[in-house]
């Protein structure tokens, strides 16, 4: 199971990860030279990407809670949750 958890928090920190490279390409200079227009569009992109990644960390959150919540109801009802 602990190999369960490493995919909880490996993919949300990969996802984290890809904003902050989106972030920093934008920053390189590209982001001054676009047109106002698809400045608009990356914008509304990362806000996008932004409340997704909002969304799946509590998600993931609620995950965790069902899990730890089995895991003691296993061993309180003495039989192995597996």
Not at 20 to 31: C, E, K, M, R
Not at 44 to 67: H, K, P
């Amino acid at each position: 199971m602990s190999g369960f958890f490493g995919v909880l928090i490996v993919v949300p920190l990969l996802a984290l990860a890809g904003l902050v490279a989106l972030i920093a390409w934008l920053f390189q200079g590209s982001f001054a030279r676009r047109q106002p227009q698809e400045r608009v569009d990356e914008t509304r992109m990362i806000q996008e990407i932004y409340n997704a990644l909002s969304r799946m960390e509590e998600r993931v959150e609620v995950l965790e809670t069902l899990l730890i919540e089995d895991a003691r109801r296993g061993k309180e009802g003495g039989h192995d949750p597996a």
